[in-house]
């Protein structure tokens, strides 16, 4: 039987609506500023009164940054991000929990611990790989001495060289893996009945088969939740775009927002930048409310 609490509730909406003012507030005054013209825009205060310039000051945002080919560009990143950071995790997961070698233990705390090393800790290790894919190789011919042998016989140099930079792949490759999308599909699958394992095996049923047939459709809430976060995660990149990307074509646009930034020769242009702020800020909302129901589900629905 459920109590009533009506003062415990009341309590509880108030702190709900608090927390939705705290949230919503900036929101709120950045969709203000960007109505307003120049001059309104810097009074101190500025004005609470929504402004008639909202329309103007979108499109001359978005002319000025070309926010078109750039929102294209953070679209492609952002979605292969997560489209890789789901698939790695899931194969590597399905990898630890239903395969027996040895040292599999060790492995996952290795992933595990990677936990502990954000982008920023480990970014000139990510460039380097990324400045050229085969170095890891070359170094490994180095040490052992093939290179040389190579060289010494044939005559020919090894120099294995192949660079990302200023591509859509070398963007997304370095950080397709997580430890984080790892350890929540690893934690799924453990719930996961060992009767529907026998039953798959017993149906004939192969590895792959089983991977494809039966714990991605089982996984469909968790890919939703997991490739949410990491659509978020991945759009409002800011360093790793910047170092990457050299060539203006292929510039992120939250990388772009920076020409927006008002200029020291004089008033600065807040409108304009607040409503290229906006812009940017559509498509990673438009992404969490159409996957509302489905990140929801994915985080409650299972054990974990």
Do not use: C
Not at 152 to 170: C, D, Q
Not at 206 to 234: K, Q
């Amino acid at each position: 039987m459920v109590e009533r609490t009506p003062i415990l509730n009341f309590f509880t909406h108030l702190i709900l609506l608090i927390g939705f003012v705290v949230a919503i507030g900036p929101i709120t005054i950045v969709a203000i500023a960007a109505s307003h013209n120049l001059a309104d825009v810097n009074k101190v205060p500025m004005s609470l009164i929504p402004g008639s310039d909202f329309w103007a000051n979108m499109k001359t945002a978005w002319t000025t940054a070309n926010l078109g080919p750039k929102l294209l560009n953070s679209l492609i990143f952002a979605t292969g991000v997560a489209i890789g950071k789901v698939l790695i995790s899931a194969i590597t997961a399905f990898s630890l929990v239903y395969f027996r070698y040895p040292g599999r233990h060790f492995i996952f705390w290795l992933i595990f611990i990677t936990l502990m090393l954000p982008l920023e800790v480990r970014i000139v290790p990510t460039y380097a790989v990324a400045a050229n894919v085969l170095s890891p190789y070359q170094a490994i011919l180095d040490i052992t001495g093939i290179s040389w042998l190579v060289q010494k016989v044939t005559g020919i140099e090894v120099a294995l060289n192949l660079g990302l930079l200023n591509s859509s792949i070398g963007l997304i490759l370095p950080l397709v893996a997580t430890a984080t999308g790892t350890f929540l599909y690893r934690q799924f699958f453990l719930t996961i009945p060992d009767e529907l394992t026998e039953a798959a095996r017993m149906d004939g049923a192969g590895a792959l088969r089983f991977f494809v047939d039966i714990l991605i459709p089982l996984s469909r809430t968790n890919m939703a939740a997991l490739g949410t976060i990491m659509f978020l995660w991945a759009w409002n990149q800011y360093l790793w775009p910047l170092l990457v990307t050299t060539d203006p074509a292929h510039v992120t646009a939250v990388h772009e927002l920076k020409s927006l930034i008002p200029n020291f020769g004089g008033l600065p242009e807040w409108h304009i930048a607040m409503a290229g702020t906006l812009i940017i800020m559509l498509p990673p909302l438009f992404v969490v409310v159409l996957m509302q129901r489905w990140f929801v589900r994915g985080l409650i629905a299972t054990e974990k």
